[in-house]
């Protein structure tokens, strides 16, 4: 006899957040957006609009994600259908957050070619790992939907 009931979805907690997609990307996460948190605040911040922004979407979300993944680890979420939601809308804002800094930053380091070439530097490789962590967020918000849809 088969079974017609659907398959419920599954948060995990504990150790289970290092060996499942996407919460194995929470690591990957707080490094690239603590590499872009340090890089831009070692460069001269200059002009302060668009680095600010970076500055505030980087520690932001470096701080919402170590959040975020502590309370995945302590199974805070009870395996709740609101967290796998949660869990989507946040991702998804946070790479919106992302792909806008990292494109203001990547505008604010073209403009500065001509500068001080250690800076120009660090803002290079700013702008290379905003990018990642856009991309390892926009990874997360996407397999964050298929487990929200499976709930």
């Known amino acids: 006899m088969t079974s017609t009931t659907a398959t419920m979805g599954n948060l995990p907690s504990g150790l289970g ?3 499942t997609i996407p919460d194995i ?5 707080l490094v690239f957006g603590g590499l872009v948190w340090i890089l831009v605040a ?3 911040v200059d002009p302060t609009n668009p680095q600010g922004w970076v500055m505030f979407v980087s520690v932001f979300c470096f701080t919402m994600t170590f959040i975020w ?3 995945f680890a302590f199974g805070v979420h009870r395996n ?3 967290w796998a939601t949660a869990d989507f809308a946040y991702h998804g804002i946070a790479a919106f957050f992302y792909l806008s800094a990292s494109v203001a930053l990547a505008k604010v380091t073209l403009d500065k ?3 001080d070439l250690f800076n120009y530097r660090l803002d290079i490789s700013a ?3 905003s990018y990642v962590a856009t991309l390892l967020y926009f990874i997360h918000t996407i397999f964050s939907a298929f487990r929200w849809k499976s709930f």
Do not use: H, R
Request: hydrophobic share 40%; aromatic share 8%; glycine share 14%.
């Open 80 to 82: 709740s259908g609101g």
């Open 42 to 44: 070692c460069t001269l």
């Open 17 to 19: 957040i290092c060996t």
């Open 25 to 29: 990307l929470y690591l990957p996460e």
């Open 113 to 115: 070619k001509s500068g």
């Open 127 to 129: 702008v290379v790992f």
């Open 69 to 71: 993944m502590c309370m």
